[in-house]
Nanobody, 127 residues
Framework: QVQLVESGGGSVQAGGSLSLSCAAS????????MSWFRQAPGKEREFVAA????????YYTDSVKGRFTISRDNAKNTVYLQMNSLKPEDTAVYYC????????????????????WGQGTQVTVSS
């Protein structure tokens, strides 16, 4: 049984930082691409960042470039999202996803390509 468990969410003031983790079990973690998406109330699930199996490349949506960093530790079956300089518009439930690898970065922006999802962790940024 595949499980993805996010942690590290919380409430922070604008300009602050949070570090999210997603621990995976029940799958060959090192062979999957991993991603972070987020969903704010009343909005669609939105791509945030992705990292293919090797971790040598990373992809980000424009609004988080330079502020967020995705990384992975295949020995620990864990993917991370370091979020700095947080803004109120970053407020959302953050989900990690596991899916196939692709040579095309734009592939990772599509939520339907992912095989597995976590339950999400709430991030709230106040102004």
């Amino acid at each position: 049984q595949v499980q993805l468990v996010e942690s590290g969410g919380g409430s922070v003031q604008a300009g602050g930082s949070l570090s999210l983790s997603c621990a995976a079990s029940g799958l060959a973690f090192s062979t999957y691409a991993m991603s972070w998406f987020r969903q704010a109330p009343g909005k669609e699930r939105e791509f945030v960042a992705a990292i293919p199996w090797s971790g040598r490349l990373t992809y980000y949506t424009d609004s988080v470039k330079g502020r967020f960093t995705i990384s992975r530790d295949n020995a620990k079956n864990t993917v991370y999202l370091q979020m700095n300089s947080l803004k109120p518009e970053d407020t959302a439930v953050y989900y990690c996803g596991a899916g196939p690898n692709s040579a095309t970065g734009s592939y990772y922006r599509n939520h339907w390509v992912y095989d597995y999802w976590g339950q999400g962790t709430q991030v709230t940024v106040s102004s």
